[in-house]
């Protein structure tokens, strides 16, 4: 039996190969990997910060944690799946300080403020009906259209059963539908739907 090609089709290594050259000891290998995953995961946290001018800051302690286990790295998923998760848990233990912080000093519990961002009317009138759904489907629907991560990844960077991510991003689908349903909305709405409905 021939052994796993680390290599994709165009010839390029594979991530999973530098993680693992990377826990051998390479740092050529974290480098590549850093380079190939700053701009993503700044992007990750600009979506989903109030403050966007905190994204690279949290995108650092993405890669320290990265850094920090690199020793002890074993391929039981992709590494894009292994960087989201590290991600999305940074991100929620952010919003639980900052719910605990909002509660110590007697304000009102953030709720979800996406990113003030520039774009087209279009684009901010999407921005605005995802974050009118509920947080799971909002957050299925962020990673799948704007990190665009297979169903299977979704499932498992928020650790549910793939069968679960396709019937709720269906539900979200209709959500946004209805919430989209102005002429002005038209161009987000086409472009989501044919973005949820890959594999």
Partial sequence: MSEPSH???SGAT???QLMSDFARGSLDAFTALFCRYKAPICGFFRRRLADPSQA??????V???????????????SFRTYLYSIALRILRAHRRKSIFRAMFQGAAPPGYEPAQRPGTEAELMLREAIGKLEGMDRE????REYEELSYQEIAEVLRIPVNTVRSRLFRARRSLQELLASPAASGPHR???SVEERP
């Fill in 7 to 9: 290599h994709d089709h």
């Fill in 14 to 16: 594979t991530d999973e």
């Fill in 56 to 61: 690279e800051e949290f995108a650092q302690d």
């Fill in 63 to 77: 890669f320290v944690a990265v850094l920090r286990a690199g020793g002890r790295y074993e391929v039981a998923a």
């Fill in 140 to 143: 299925m629907v962020m990673l």
């Fill in 191 to 193: 472009q989501l739907a």
